[in-house]
């Protein structure tokens, strides 16, 4: 699990840009995280969680059009 006090800024960060549109003044310290678990690391922007999470919910059947192949 991600440290809490930097998915609080993270999240602190994401609600001043895209919730309330004020642009912010470092852009650059914004980065992506995994919405279920806050993981910063292997994040993939199209499922917007981590390959960590990915996994087990494909694995689960909860992603639809996605599943984990197993042969």
Known sequence: MAKTSLKAKQWKM???RFTEWKALKQ????????????????????????RVCLRK????GTIM???????
């Open 27 to 50: 852009p650059t310290k914004y980065y992506n995280r995994c919405r279920v678990c806050g993981r910063s690391k292997s994040y993939i922007r199209d499922f917007g969680c981590c």
């Open 57 to 60: 919910y494909a694995r689960e």
């Open 14 to 16: 994401y609600e001043l």
């Open 65 to 71: 059009w996605l599943r984990k192949a197993s042969w």
